[in-house]
Structure formats: C-alpha cells, structure tokens
C-alpha cells in the first residue's frame, strides 16, 4: 500500500503526516497526533462526536479521508480556548451545567461555533437546528441550547 | 478497508484512471455515501479516484438554464442566490439532507450517482427536467436524469464512468417549485416520503400549461408521476383538481413496507403530500405574481 504524504496545518500549527490512504482525519487526529479531544462513536456520520472544522466548516472527521485534507486548516477542540482562555461557548457551557457525561461536548461546541461564526445572532429554534447533527444521549439539549445562546449574547457583546 | 488513493488533477486524467481501474475502482466526491460503504465491507476496492483536485467540477452557472458541477455541496445548492425564487425546492431538498455537517461535505453528484430511492435532492431534479453529463473512454453522454436512475444504489454510468454536471432549463413564467418531505423527526431523517412538484400556469394565469410530480421512497428508483402530471395539464388548478392529482400519485406509487414505515402510509403520504406541494406552488406562483 502506498502510503500518501500530507501537510495539515491543525490548530494553526503545522503537521506533516504520513499514513495509509484508507485512514481518516478521525484516525490521524486520535491515534497519530493523540488529539483525543475529537471522540469516536458510530463512524457513520449519524452522531456527530467527531465533528472538527475543516477550513471553517463543520465536517463529521470520522467519514473524510485525511488524504482529503491535504493542505487544509483544521481546528479541534484543543485549539479553541487561546492563551489559557477558555473560548466564550466553552465558558457558556459550564456556566449553564451544559455538561453530563461529556462525551459529545467537544463536537457540539466545535458545530455552535462554526454556526455562530455565520450567524451571530440566532433563534433558539436556529440553535437548535444548527446542532442537528449532534446527538448528546444524556439528551440535555435544553442546557446546550442555552448556553450557545448565551454565547452568541456574549461574542455580540465583545465585537 | 485498504485501497490506493488518486488525486488527478484533470478532467481527462480522471477519465483515463477511471478506464484503467474499471469495477476495481471509485471516483470519491464528499465520500459521504462512499466511505461508509467501504467500511461496512459493502464495497471492496483498490483504487479511490478523489475529484476535488479536477478544476471546474464545483461551479454553479444560473443564467437562464442552470448547470451544477457534480461536486456541488448541498451547502451551496441551499445558500445559492438564484435558487431563492422559483427555484426554492431546490434549497427545500439541499436544506434537509443530514446534519450541516453532511451538507458541507456531501456533494448532488455523489448523492445521484449513490442513487438511493429516498434521496431528498433527486425528486427536485427529476421534477425541473434535469439531464445527466458523464464521461467516460467513448467521450461525453448526456441522459435525462429519469432514464439515467436504473434502480437502489443503480445508475446508467458503466464502470469508470463519471458523472460530471447536471443541467436544466429556465423556469417558464407563472412557475413555482415546492419541496415536501415527511419522516419521522425534523432532521438527520432518511424520508419516509419525499416529493417535489413543479408546476407552471398557462399564460392568461386560469389553467395548468405544465406539471412535474416526482416521488422519492415510494418506488426502485425516484420517479415521476405521470398520470397525475397529465391530469392537471389543460385544467384549471381547483382544489379538486390537485386533490384529484395526489390520488392518482398515490395510485402509481408502488412502496414497500419496512422500518420507517408501512406501505399502506407511504400511499396516504403521497397523496397528502402531493396535493398539498401543488396548492404550495400555486400559492407561489400567485405571490411572485402579485
């Protein structure tokens, strides 16, 4: 199997990968570059847990081939708060015990943000919408909901 | 799931890759359907042909006739400024298609080509007259999208083949489009129905001088209805009219049963929905009329 060389600049810093072609940003992310902050679940695009953005944009990482990514931006959870702060929707969670288990948090931020990103003062029902593609089976949707909101209030207010 | 991975960077280069590799190859688009095929273990292959180096395959040209490159994401199909108006149905099926995360990725030429009878875009296309453009070693073809479907997960493309645009016509004046889809949450759903219709006016604005009735997860492949079609063309679009065409929709539909649904609903879907897409295009057509 010949293997294919990548450049992927991931959380503004640049990696140089070299893996089989059948792997994907998930595997890369996870086992090669131990970013496990990415999580794995059903791998069929359904949950939502490894959601990263992709030059900006939400992408499932479990169904992209890093050989996809090649010379793309990628940003996961790890890179989110900057300079030992944590970012404002990550704030907003914990301030709204928006966390049970956990396990579909680092996605369900990574997909508000690219959301808010676009649209910076949503409807609870746009919220909502935004995070279809996010399953929390603890199934708090009401606390996530809000703190995306309270988010958004507090982004508005920092620009 | 191991394969060897191609990156061509020419229209002509993916062509010859795809003749070489034949059935032991794939062309990857968003590889949304794809990747998951190949590691359910339902597809085994040696070669993945990516796309997204090919220049010109992601283009979107609405001037008149609308041509979509085959890596047009669902994404771009719903934010497109010409498809706000007549052709909103377009948007309607894009917007509904999995999570955003599905739709930033997932492209309206891999959707067709996965073929699958439920596909939310499809029933849209068939409905607008859409034809078919794909390559291969013989040259260009082009097919309308209705003869190119064949049955699940079949289309008219041979091995190697590769489907590169879709294009239609201009909506006629006194035209609206409507999308409609029933499943059994409001997102991140595979439809239990879906259906588009098109329907455009003759010019005095009293009788129907086209319709378009297309159906998804009712039959092998997405489909026209056509006698119902026929029974609005020359009349003037009552509510009975419309009423009348969703029970001859329902009546050519030929649904199965399975975990989403009984064929028996699926049946009393397809009129609902079809009756009511077609009073949701008059009412269109009325508004941008006045």
Do not use: W
């Not at chain 1, 791998?43 to 944009?57: H, I, P």
């Not at chain 1, 996961?76 to 900057?82: D, M, P, Y």
């Not at chain 2, 007259?129 to 097919?143: I, K, M, N, Q, S």
């Not at chain 2, 006698?227 to 050519?252: I, K, Q």
């Amino acid at each position: 199997m010949t293997k294919v060389a990548l450049t992927l600049t991931i959380n503004g810093q640049r990696h140089e990968v070299l893996t089989e072609p059948h792997r994907t940003l998930l595997d890369v992310l996870r086992a090669d570059l131990g970013l496990t902050g990415t999580k794995e679940n059903c791998l069929e695009a359904e949950c939502g847990v490894c959601t990263v953005l992709l030059d900006g944009r939400a992408v499932n990482a479990c169904i992209l081939l890093a050989a996809q990514c090649q010379g793309r931006q990628v940003l996961t959870i790890e890179g989110l708060g900057r300079d030992g702060q944590l970012h404002p929707l990550q704030q907003a969670f914990i301030d709204h015990g928006a966390v049970q288990c956990g396990y579909c948090i680092p996605a369900m931020i990574l997909s508000a943000k690219a959301y808010l990103d676009e649209h910076p003062a949503p409807t609870e029902a746009h919220v909502r919408e935004a995070l279809a593609g996010n399953l929390c089976r603890c199934t708090g949707y009401q606390k996530i909901a809000d703190a995306v909101l309270a988010a958004a209030r507090e982004l508005a207010h920092r620009r | 799931m191991s394969f060897e991975y191609h990156e061509p960077t020419s229209l002509a280069e993916a062509v010859d890759l795809g003749a070489r590799f034949g059935a032991d190859g794939r062309f990857l688009a968003g590889g949304t359907d794809l990747i998951i095929q190949i590691r359910r273990g339902k597809l085994r292959l040696r070669h993945v042909v990516c796309l997204h180096r090919v220049p010109g395959l992601d283009g979107i040209a609405a001037n008149g006739s609308v041509t979509l490159g085959a890596l047009v994401t669902h994404r771009a199909l719903e934010r497109h400024s010409a498809f706000q108006g007549g052709l909103r149905a377009l948007v309607e099926g894009a917007e509904v298609v999995g999570g955003h995360q599905v739709r930033n990725v997932g492209t309206v030429g891999g959707n067709i080509v996965n073929a699958s009878p439920a596909a939310d875009v499809t029933p849209v296309l068939l409905a607008l007259d859409t034809a078919v453009t794909y390559a291969g070693p013989g040259g260009e073809r082009t097919l309308p999208l209705d003869g190119f479907l064949v049955g699940p997960g079949q289309t008219a493309l041979r091995p190697g083949e590769l489907l590169t645009g879709l294009r239609f016509s201009a909506l006629p004046g006194r035209s609206a489009t409507a999308f409609l889809k029933a499943g059994r949450r409001k997102a991140m759903e595979i439809s239990v129905v879906c259906m588009a219709a098109r329907l455009t006016l003759d010019a005095a604005g009293e009788r129907c001088a086209e319709a378009r009735i297309a159906l998804g997860a009712v039959a092998p492949t997405t489909r026209r209805a056509r006698a119902a079609e026929r029974a609005l063309e020359g009349r003037a679009p009552t509510p009975d009219v419309l009423r009348d065409a969703g029970r001859l929709a329902a009546v050519e539909s030929q649904p199965i049963s399975d975990v989403r649904a009984s064929a028996r609903y699926r049946t009393l879907l397809v009129e609902t929905l079809v009756t009511r897409a077609l009073t949701r295009c008059l009412e269109r057509i009325r508004e941008a009329a006045s």
